[in-house]
Every structure is written in C-alpha cells, then in structure tokens.
C-alpha cells in the first residue's frame, strides 16, 4: 500500500527519537503524538540531507498546530493547522515532493531576522579546505555537521584558526548540494550498496561487520569487540582504505575470529568471500588467514548520509 511505502526523510523528536525512512502510516501516527513535555514538536529533513531546506511541526495540547517548511536560506513558511491529518498529508506531500502539495493553505512568511554576513575565505585555505571536504564527501559516511567540524579545525595550528564556524559550514553546503546533484545521475544499485548488504548478511550470520570503522587497523582490531556480544568472528574496513576505495583502490578488508584461532579466521574469511560474491562484488583472496581480503575494482558511489 502507498501509506506504507518508505519516504526519503529523517524525524526527529523532542525527545531525541529519530525515525528514518518512515512511511506516511507511521508520519501520522507522530503527528497525532505530539502535544505533551518533551514531546511536542518534530522536525522532518529529506534524505539526503539539503542546507536550510526542512519541515517542521509543533503542537501543544489545546492549540493549534504550528507547521512550517524551509524551502531556502531566504525562504520560510509557516501556516496554523487544526487538524493533525491535515497536518500529516502536508508533511507526506512535502517529503514526496509532490507538485502541488502546499495548496489550498494560506502560508505567511516566517521572519528569519537579520542573515549573518559570512566573509570568504582567502583562496589558498580555501583550496585546502574543499579538497579535504571533497574526499570525505566521497566517501560517504558523515553527515554536514561532522563535515563542517572537520572544515573548521582542518587547518588549525595553535591558536591559528583560519576557518572560523560560519565560514566552514557555508563551505560545506555548497559542497554538498555538488554531491548530491552528482548522486542523482548514478545507478539505481551501486557497489556500495551491495557492500552494505554484504555486511549486513554477515551481521545476520553471527559475524560483527563494520564499515568505516575506527581509524586505522589497529584501532579497529582494538575496539571491534566491544561492538556486540556472542559473535563468531569479526570482518571491518577502516577510515583511511575508505579514502584509498574513494582514489580508486578497492578495499582491504580485516576480519578474524573471537577465539583466537587459525581455523576460525579462515572460516569467517571464507564467509565473508561468500557474502560479497552473493552480493555481486568481486573479492581475492588467497586462503592465508593472516591476509586481508581485496574487493576490487570497486567503484566506489557511496550515497550520503543525513
């Protein structure tokens, strides 16, 4: 049924739940929720993520409801609401994009106050800055706020920080809306989806499986069995051969068994094999447990999160 068809979005709650890719049955029955301490407003973001394009809705109870969408940096509408299913179809319509979906309610502008005047930034640090926002925005994983953190103390040396707040978040938007015009233009399945179904079989099997896990080898080896309890074995790639997957390399992948044994590894590598061959990816590997399993080539299109 379309009612419980996945939209592309992301709620969020006042109390910090966050529900992502819901149906339109399950928007609703939020809508119908809110009115209560702690509980009385949601925020509805697309997926993947746009700067300064949102919905939102409040509601106490005895009032109206309060729902609002941002279509711009300039543009923001607001309208008084009575019905929570009214409410819940405009919400619904504004996720599917539906033409026509702000009709027939009389939207009045939201006053946004003055706009912050950000200054631009010297070309010789901006430069620097989009090339390191430029490869973590191809590999995948973090979302704008982890982006502008990383633009804004990417070039910090002491005291020094050329990039201030503003200036990074600004940076990273446009970025951004780069990356997600150019993901609109990929295939409908692409080798990172068929990675992450690969991981998640292997989780199902027993075996924690990781992508884009702690920094480096060592880390990861370090921390990956605090991840879950009563697995078998282990499979992860780590942050830096996700950026060597980004340049064109393929992808190392580290697993092992929670035993500590030869038999085990080899077992859990000859699974891990399997899965990725089930899922339509290429892997090499020799049989020696001591190592890692290649997947390449790999083209790595990896949607953004967020």
């Given at each position: 049924?379309?009612?419980?068809?996945?939209?592309?979005?992301?709620?969020?709650?006042?109390?910090?739940?966050?529900?992502t890719?819901?149906?339109?049955?399950?928007?609703?029955?939020?809508?119908?929720?809110?009115?209560?301490?702690?509980?009385?407003?949601?925020?509805?973001?697309r997926?993947?993520?746009?700067?300064?394009?949102?919905?939102?809705?409040?509601?106490?109870?005895?009032?109206?409801?309060?729902?609002?969408?941002?279509?711009?940096?300039?543009?923001?509408?607001?309208?008084?609401?009575?019905?929570?299913?009214?409410?819940?179809?405009?919400?619904?319509?504004?996720?599917?994009?539906?033409?026509?979906?702000?009709?027939?309610?009389?939207?009045?502008?939201?006053?946004?106050?003055?706009?912050?005047?950000?200054?631009?930034?010297?070309?010789?640090?901006?430069?620097?800055?989009?090339?390191?926002v430029?490869?973590?925005?191809?590999?995948?994983?973090?979302?704008?706020?982890?982006?502008?953190e990383?633009a804004?103390?990417?070039?910090?040396?002491?005291?020094?920080?050329?990039?201030?707040?503003?200036?990074?978040?600004?940076?990273?938007?446009?970025?951004?809306?780069e990356?997600?015009?150019?993901?609109?233009?990929?295939?409908?399945?692409?080798?990172?989806?068929?990675?992450?179904?690969?991981?998640?079989?292997?989780?199902?099997?027993?075996i924690?499986?990781?992508?884009?896990?702690?920094?480096?080898?060592?880390?990861?080896?370090?921390?990956?069995?605090?991840?879950?309890?009563?697995?078998?074995?282990f499979?992860?790639?780590?942050?830096?051969?996700?950026?060597?997957?980004?340049?064109?390399?393929?992808?190392?992948l580290?697993?092992?068994?929670?035993?500590?044994?030869?038999?085990?590894?080899?077992?859990v590598g000859?699974?891990?094999?399997?899965?990725?061959?089930?899922?339509?990816?290429?892997?090499?590997?020799?049989?020696?447990?001591?190592?890692?399993?290649?997947?390449?080539?790999?083209?790595?299109?990896?949607?953004?999160?967020?």
């Amino acid at each position: 049924m379309d009612g419980e068809r996945a939209l592309d979005i992301k709620v969020e709650t006042e109390n910090r739940q966050t529900y992502t890719r819901t149906s339109a049955v399950r928007l609703r029955e939020l809508v119908a929720r809110i009115r209560g301490a702690r509980d009385r407003f949601l925020i509805v973001q697309r997926i993947p993520d746009l700067p300064d394009v949102f919905a939102q809705v409040w509601h106490e109870k005895g009032g109206d409801y309060r729902l609002e969408h941002r279509l711009s940096e300039a543009e923001f509408y607001g309208t008084n609401l009575t019905d929570p299913v009214r409410v819940a179809e405009l919400l619904t319509g504004w996720a599917r994009q539906t033409p026509g979906w702000d009709a027939g309610v009389g939207w009045e502008p939201v006053d946004l106050g003055p706009r912050e005047e950000v200054p631009e930034l010297p070309d010789e640090v901006r430069e620097k800055v989009e090339e390191r926002v430029r490869t973590r925005l191809r590999c995948g994983y973090d979302d704008r706020k982890t982006l502008t953190e990383i633009a804004e103390d990417y070039l910090v040396k002491g005291d020094d920080r050329p990039v201030s707040r503003a200036q990074a978040a600004r940076l990273v938007d446009r970025l951004w809306v780069e990356r997600v015009a150019e993901q609109a233009v990929w295939e409908d399945v692409t080798d990172p989806d068929r990675l992450t179904r690969a991981f998640e079989a292997l989780d199902t099997s027993g075996i924690t499986a990781r992508e884009n896990f702690a920094c480096c080898r060592g880390c990861g080896l370090a921390e990956i069995g605090a991840e879950r309890e009563g697995a078998r074995g282990f499979v992860f790639f780590h942050q830096q051969v996700t950026e060597h997957a980004v340049e064109g390399h393929g992808l190392a992948l580290h697993y092992g068994a929670f035993d500590g044994s030869s038999e085990t590894t080899t077992a859990v590598g000859h699974e891990v094999l399997a899965a990725l061959r089930a899922a339509g990816l290429p892997g090499d590997w020799d049989g020696d447990p001591d190592n890692a399993i290649d997947v390449r080539p790999l083209t790595w299109h990896k949607r953004l999160v967020g």
